[in-house]
């Protein structure tokens, strides 16, 4: 399909043009980065127009549940909602599951939601390696609401908070011991905390929220303009979802009234254009027809001891510069 005609039906909502933008995009071969890179220059004037919100949590917190409760909430509000859910790839087969739309039924099925799942290959962190175009491309779609659901806790979240508006933690209610599963810098990183399963034992539920509460007072707030609030929530009972909206709303108002709406796109356009300059020189320096025929040797060489680190390193970027 020519470009310009796939990017009239991306605009206009169709789906199966979507996923054939969504997938050139996701290509590695050299081929498809040129016409991907045409394609988002067409669509580049019509994004920009959606709430960008990431989610993550501790494995079992119910990031799908929740997801599909949300969703769901905003379709039935009128919104168009598009889940970019990353999933883990194998280190030994390099293969993912890709099972977010068995796990989000409803949603999967609803006009107004697109749900993609995304193998996150090799990309440090779990987080696809073009999922921020792929944002580009849901916005320019007319989603206005765009979910981004990390793998879990872990090296993803300070990626997945570069590309976002709003950093959404969920946390399980039956913690356990205190403040489970949170780790100082992730919780630095979070807009809120939402409470999940909290159906379960509203006392523990309570008790998880003052621990909450209580850690993010002695952490620096990310904004002066807004303070990171506690939210509880039982997604499969659908209790508590409108205030979690209600909430980002809120969070929306104080960001674009101060100015740090605008500023923090902005950044995250430059962070993403120093993001793929690393990943295409990498990838240029790789190909290098002499760094490939030394690299082997060096590598097994630094494995065995004979080389140090440092010493191979310097040997292949003198290879490079010749």
Not at 78 to 85: D, I, P, Q, T
Not at 214 to 238: E, F, G, T
């Amino acid at each position: 399909m020519e470009l310009h005609t796939l990017a009239e039906h991306i605009r206009s909502g169709n789906i199966r043009a979507i996923g054939k933008g969504i997938t050139l995009i996701e290509s590695r071969k050299p081929e498809h980065s040129e016409k991907a890179a045409q394609l988002l220059e067409l669509l580049l004037p019509y994004s920009g127009n959606s709430l960008r919100i990431g989610i993550t949590g501790v494995p079992g917190v119910g990031k799908s549940t929740f997801i599909e409760a949300f969703g769901s909430y905003l379709t039935d509000q009128g919104h168009k909602v598009a889940v970019l859910a990353v999933d883990p790839s194998s280190q030994i087969t390099g293969g993912s599951i890709l099972g977010d739309k068995t796990r989000m039924e409803e949603l999967s099925r609803n006009p107004k939601a697109f749900i993609r799942p995304s193998p996150a290959g090799e990309t440090l962190g779990g987080v696809a390696r073009r999922t921020r175009e792929t944002m580009l491309l849901c916005e320019a779609a007319g989603y206005d609401v765009v979910i981004v659901e990390t793998v879990g806790v872990g090296q993803s979240e300070t990626t997945v908070a570069s590309m976002v508006d709003f950093f959404m933690l969920l946390q399980l209610a039956t913690a356990g011991d205190e403040l489970q599963g949170i780790k100082k810098g992730v919780m630095e990183l979070a807009d809120a905390i939402i409470v999940n399963k909290a159906d379960i034992d509203r006392q523990k539920t309570e008790l998880a929220k003052g621990q909450y509460e209580n850690a993010l007072h002695i952490l620096r707030p990310k904004s002066r303009n807004w303070s990171v609030p506690v939210l509880a929530v039982s997604a499969l009972q659908h209790q508590g979802v409108p205030e979690v909206w209600q909430m980002l709303s809120r969070f929306r108002e104080a960001m674009q009234a101060s100015g740090e709406f605008a500023a923090a796109r902005k950044r995250q356009a430059v962070d993403w254009m120093w993001s793929l300059l690393l990943d295409d020189l990498k990838q240029l320096f790789l190909d290098h027809p002499d760094v490939k025929g030394i690299y082997p040797q060096l590598q097994q060489a630094v494995a065995q001891g004979i080389t140090t680190p440092a010493a191979a390193s310097r040997r292949l970027l003198d290879i490079f510069r010749r």
